[in-house]
């Protein structure tokens, strides 16, 4: 089965600084990836998704942008982040005909 | 707009009680899936269901899915603290080869009192 690795597992920023986040998959090739965000003890939202190398999909738009340089990566990253991107980000990734989701850890973003 | 409306939002009950929780939406799903999420962590699938009607077991809990496949639900037979958690439903709208598909509900955020 697969696993996922997400780090770091907890992160505070300054309004302004750049951010980078960074997902690997092991245990199966070529899965869907997906970014997502959480508010606390809520739902989750979809940020990013993405099928392949170099595809992305924005599901709303915001100050963040993702990558998928290679397969089993995903990176989700922001030139300058502001005080309302603070949240749990979690990455996610599907393989084959599989139904469910496996998720990372998730890292804890707090921009102060 | 949410789709999918999970109720209730917050849930304490005692050890050894019983609980159901819902997932309502008016829109028709292809699948619905039970997630369990600790603090800190991210969430862990417990359960998918994919035809109408359908109820599976995993020891004492027991999910249902709708006739219609619109809602669903997890109930709790004699809760134990172990059970604490956030539960969230996800709705798939479409085939699974399909990338963009759940849809996740609000969540329920049930702890279980010793």
């Known amino acids: 089965s697969q696993t996922i690795h997400q780090w770091p597992a907890t992160l505070v920023q300054p309004v302004g600084s750049p951010l980078s986040l960074e997902c690997t998959v092991e245990?199966?090739?070529?899965?869907?990836l997906y970014w997502y965000r959480q508010a606390a003890g809520r739902g989750l939202q979809l940020l990013f998704y993405?099928?392949?190398?170099?595809?992305i999909s924005s599901e709303v738009p915001q100050n963040l942008s993702a990558s998928r340089p290679q397969d089993r990566q995903f990176i989700l990253s922001s030139k300058k982040l502001l005080l309302s991107d603070s949240g749990f980000y979690l990455c996610?990734?599907?393989?084959?005909?599989?139904?469910?989701?496996?998720f990372g850890s998730g890292t804890r973003l707090t921009v102060v | 707009t949410q789709l999918l409306e999970q109720s209730p939002q917050f849930l304490s009950i005692q050890e050894g009680e019983n609980l159901t929780v819902y997932c309502n939406s008016s829109s028709v799903f292809s699948s619905l899936q039970w997630y369990r999420q600790e603090p800190g962590e991210g969430p862990v699938l417990l359960v998918t269901v994919v035809t109408g009607g359908e109820v599976k077991k995993l020891k004492r809990l027991t999910f249902q899915f709708g006739d219609a496949r619109k809602d669903s639900s997890l109930h709790i037979t004699a809760a134990q603290p172990g059970d604490t958690g956030l539960y969230l439903c996800?709705?798939?709208?479409?085939?699974?080869?399909?990338?963009?598909?759940?849809?996740f509900g609000s969540g329920t955020q049930l702890t279980v009192l010793p």
């Open positions: 245990g199966t090739s070529n899965p869907n």
């Open positions: 996610a990734c599907k393989t084959g005909s599989n139904y469910g989701y496996t």
């Open positions: 996800a709705g798939a709208k479409s085939s699974s080869g399909s990338a963009r598909q759940l849809t």
């Open positions: 993405s099928v392949g190398i170099g595809q």
